[in-house]
């Protein structure tokens, strides 16, 4: 039961492909004033601007639909607010749509707050001399290619959009932990000057960004880390107060589990610096916090430290950078390990024979080979999986390998099967840079009328 005086801020989505029942259960059970929905990766924002480019009104989180179709009756029922990216590179296209999928429920015309400004790809444009994070190379080695830059908004702007009341909110690329300290802020009316508030919420903001991996989603290990009724895991909230005490816990009567081992392995995800976890809103230090069980699937959070912002966005540049062919079949039975080998060179010689060259090219067998190179396995297994693939920017040597694997099943070697067809992606890649606050324009727009 959530305490009296405290807000609730809980998770829906920690991917744009994330369970949706979760979330129901969440908002119809979970007693939540806020349901916050994280659906950008890195990649994402850049594959929604190519589908953007197609169709003007897209470019959102194609899962918008089918959450708010699952989740809007219940938020409206129960007084929940909706708080998400899922806006990805089209928000105000994402609020007409969430706006649409509304009228259609039958819940009226109900206003969505729209968050801009992330996107920075004209500004990006003619700054070719800033560097790239990853490699210490200028911008400008990769924007004849850019498809996308997008800074990582902060809190700021989200509370700014919180503040006009709709019932939902929508952005493009924000931090994670950044999506639920907001409504903390919100709430409580903490500035960035609170550090130790703002150190709390963006903690608690970690711990729920990946929704099931803290109720025992990646945790999971049989026979070591058991998790009960895995199948139906319940998705996470935090109670905060406004001193910034939290406590985090699980949709009741949901399966999975929620202790201060999960969250120590998802407290710990994805900091390169436990000292200097750095986010729009804070430079967060994790080696002070406290993890105590208050109770079944309860953890109260303590000791979360921070300094104050840096004065510059992360920007994502995503870029088009080639191609994947892609190419599998399977061997049965006696030798098959032998016989896949024997495929995959064979395979390999017909490439070169047509002239197509690879700036990288995979022979996998999978199950055998595929993530630790070649151990020897005795007894060999009796079927194994034959994948091939190359990364190039020619589209026809990139088609050019499932077709030759596909044609295993008629040239041999002998005993092929369940070949796919031929598989060719198109290489999104990112890289980042640093741009200076000052520099970005953020705003919050209203769709409908409030």
Known sequence: MKAEGAIRVGAGAGTSDDRLVPALELAERGDLDYLVFE??????????????????????????????????????????????????ANPLGGARAARKEAKDLGLGD???????????????????DLIMIENGEPLESILPKMISANAYLGADVMVEALNTGAPIVLSGRVADPSLFLAPMMHEYGWTLDDLPKIAQGTAAGHLLECTASVTGGCFGWPGKKDVPDLANNGFPFADVRADGSIVISKTPGSGGRLDVMTCTEQLIYEIHDPTAYITPDCVLDITGISLAQEAADRVRVTGARAKAATPTYKVNVGYADGYIGEGEVSYGGIDAIARAKWAGEIVKDRLKAQGFKYDDFRVDLIGVSSLHGQPDIRPEPYEVRLRMAGRTYDRKAAHAIGFEVRALHMHGPGGAGGAIEPRVRDVLAVKSVLLPKNLVNAQVLVEGTL
């Open 110 to 128: 109900i206003p969505v707050a729209v968050v801009l400004g992330d996107d920075v790809s004209n500004m990006v444009k003619s700054r070719g």
């Open 39 to 88: 659906c950008l990766a890195e990649r994402t924002v850049s594959r929604e601007n190519l589908s953007r480019s197609k169709n003007p009104e897209q470019g959102y989180s194609p899962s918008l639909h089918n959450r708010l179709r699952m989740v809007l009756p219940a938020c409206i029922k129960n007084g929940i607010r909706i708080v998400s990216n899922m806006g990805a």
